[in-house]
Each structure stands twice: as structure tokens, then as C-alpha cells.
């Protein structure tokens, strides 16, 4: 299971979870959470549950961005 807080300072704007070992954040509709931006790319961000382990993968975006 994965889950996914989003927060703006101290506000909590979102709290999504998936059953899955893996998934992605970016602009691809089967996104577990969809961002926008043109910085973003259509898989922005892989999350995935290995053996316990937390793996986190940057898929690209913008080659811009900081």
C-alpha cells in the first residue's frame, strides 16, 4: 500500500491511497495524483514498495527544472 499526503505549508490539501506496490505522480490520467504544470512530465515520479524498502524513481520533466 502507498500513501500519498499532499500539503501547502501546514495545510493538508490532499490523502490518497493505492493498494498497489507501485505508482506514479505526474501528468498521465492514470496518475494516483495528477499535477499540472508545463515543468511536469507525463510520469513525473515513481513510488514503489520493494521488500519493506521505499524506492523513489524521478521519471523527468522539464530538464529546466531545479
Same mark, same amino acid.
Given at each position: 500500500?502507498?500513501?500519498v499526503q499532499v500539503f501547502?505549508?501546514?495545510?493538508?490539501? +490532499?490523502? *490518497?491511497t493505492t493498494?498497489?506496490?507501485e505508482c506514479f505522480l505526474g501528468k498521465?490520467? +492514470?496518475?494516483?495524483? @495528477? *499535477? @499540472?504544470g508545463w515543468? /511536469? +512530465?507525463?510520469?513525473?515520479?515513481?513510488?514503489? /514498495? /520493494?521488500?519493506?524498502?521505499?524506492f523513489?524513481?524521478?521519471g523527468g520533466g522539464s530538464p529546466h527544472c531545479v
Open positions: 500500500m502507498i500513501r501547502r505549508r501546514d495545510e493538508l490539501l +490532499g490523502d *490518497l493498494e498497489d506496490t498521465d490520467a +492514470g496518475s494516483l495524483l @495528477t *499535477l @499540472t515543468r /511536469v +512530465g507525463r510520469r513525473q515520479l515513481q513510488i514503489s /514498495v /520493494v521488500n519493506g524498502g521505499v523513489i524513481k524521478d
